[in-house]
Nanobody, 125 residues
Framework: VQLVESGGGLVQPGSSLRLSCAVSGLTSDYHAIGWFRKAPWTAREGISC????????YYKDSVKGRFTISRDNARNMVYLQMSSLKLEDTALYYC????????????WGAGFRSWGQGTQVAVSS
């Protein structure tokens, strides 16, 4: 499985940005695609996750209402639309594929075993 992120950049607070994840090589034992981020001196955290079986979506509390995950099956793409960006959204954003267990452990990356290289998002005034 290969995942390639794009779309990061430098934006001002309150701006919007759409991240893209190009996915290839998925097999039937992969059940979800997730977005994660890591800021300097912090642990990696899950942002959003989409189940491939039914497109159910899940979000970290702090991004609910601001971020939207979606996918385009025809293009093998997964997107993260981010709006009302805040300074604290600055981080390296990764997409990942795997089979997370039910519950909230996906937030810590449980079950995700294939990762992209990341795309940098910087929010600054």
């Amino acid at each position: 499985v290969q995942l390639v992120e794009s779309g990061g950049g430098l934006v001002q607070p309150g701006s919007s940005l759409r991240l893209s994840c190009a996915v290839s090589g998925l097999t039937s034992d992969y059940h979800a695609i997730g977005w994660f981020r890591k800021a300097p001196w912090t642990a990696r955290e899950g942002i959003s996750c989409i189940k491939l079986s039914d497109d159910s979506t899940y979000y970290k509390d702090s991004v609910k209402g601001r971020f939207t995950i979606s996918r385009d099956n025809a293009r093998n793409m997964v997107y993260l639309q981010m709006s009302s960006l805040k300074l604290e959204d600055t981080a390296l954003y990764y997409c990942a594929a795997g089979s997370p267990p039910d519950g909230s452990s996906w937030l810590w990356g449980a079950g995700f075993r294939s990762w992209g290289q990341g795309t940098q998002v910087a929010v600054s005034s």
